[in-house]
């Protein structure tokens, strides 16, 4: 598939031995080690992203930016299907995708920068010049998330750069990383295709248009557990959710047609946001919220 490659990009060559500044160009290669390195005048950003999909990016040692032990072991474990879980201290991590619009800039003060505002410990994997992924540990409670669209705005004045990015869930750390990975870059490439001035999205945010955009048979689990997580076995919960919905966010209409008090029904409600992180009182959120209730039952159906 590589050699089809260039009939899209015609300056691209076989081999970087061969190339006097193989910086210069990105870098792909197939499952028998075949490379192809590309101009990076001609591709974008998008595009490197689509075919990382396809094939990992080169990892020579020329121009390979995940030198250290850490940084090897995870990227081993993501992207190589090593099996052998990284040693670290975190028991839940959170995955931010993103890309940087220029190559010309500091890769190494751009991650210390970035780095500054993140918890201790966390680290960048690069995948490219223009993209990369920050893996951190779970957050102060107290912590809301605005050190990271504070670190966004100084990074694109310091660097003169645009960032694009995706801000992934908790996740424990075990054998399932990999995938979940994997489900939140396509994510991330669909927030690019449908929020293109959104700077920074999340599963909320995209999951409407991930639903747009075709959700595959094997990947409704994943959706209904990251958006209901415990919520999605209690009825009573989804059906006063629902109804809560349905009735345009008008607590004592619902609370009448479900035949309970509307503080019951209120408890409800924020025992759902709580849960979920879910805040149906917001236009996004409930229809968010709505499209996986429906898909849940969906599902849930099929199985009978």
Not at 61 to 82: E, G, S, V
Not at 233 to 246: A, C, F, H, N, P
Not at 292 to 300: G, V
Request: proline content about 4%; glycine content about 4%.
């Amino acid at each position: 598939m590589l050699k089809n490659l260039k009939l899209k990009f015609p300056r691209a060559i076989d081999s970087d031995r061969s190339c006097s500044q193989p910086a210069n160009y990105v870098w792909f290669q197939d499952e028998n080690g075949n490379k192809l390195g590309i101009p990076k005048s001609d591709i974008s950003t998008e595009e490197t992203g689509l075919l990382q999909l396809l094939f990992p990016l080169s990892q020579d040692d020329a121009f390979n930016r995940n030198t250290t032990i850490q940084k090897k072991q995870w990227h081993d474990f993501l992207y190589k299907n090593t099996d052998v879980i990284p040693l670290t201290s975190w028991n839940r991590v959170t995955y931010t995708h993103f890309t940087i619009s220029v190559h010309d800039f500091s890769h190494a003060d751009f991650e210390e920068a970035l780095l500054a505002f993140m918890t201790d410990g966390a680290l960048i994997i690069w995948q490219s010049d223009l993209t990369g992924i920050l893996i951190e540990g779970e957050r102060n409670p107290n912590e809301d998330g605005s050190d990271f669209s504070a670190a966004l705005n100084m990074l694109e004045s310091d660097f003169y750069v645009k960032i694009r990015a995706y801000v992934g869930a908790l996740h424990p750390v075990d054998k399932e990383l990999p995938s979940h990975l994997r489900m939140e870059h396509k994510l991330f490439m669909t927030a690019k295709q449908y929020l293109p001035d959104m700077k920074a999205t999340n599963l909320p945010a995209v999951f409407p248009y991930a639903v747009l955009a075709g959700i595959k048979e094997n990947e409704t689990d994943w959706f209904i557990r990251q958006l209901l997580q415990d919520t999605k076995q209690d009825e009573e919960l989804i059906t006063s959710v629902k109804m809560y919905i349905e009735c345009n966010s008008n607590a004592s209409l619902a609370a009448k047609q479900l035949y309970i008090h509307r503080n019951s029904l209120q408890y409800r409600i924020d025992k759902f946001i709580e849960k979920t992180g879910l805040d149906i009182r917001t236009f996004n959120h409930a229809l968010t919220a709505y499209l996986i209730i429906l898909l849940n039952k969906d599902n849930s159906l099929g199985r009978d």
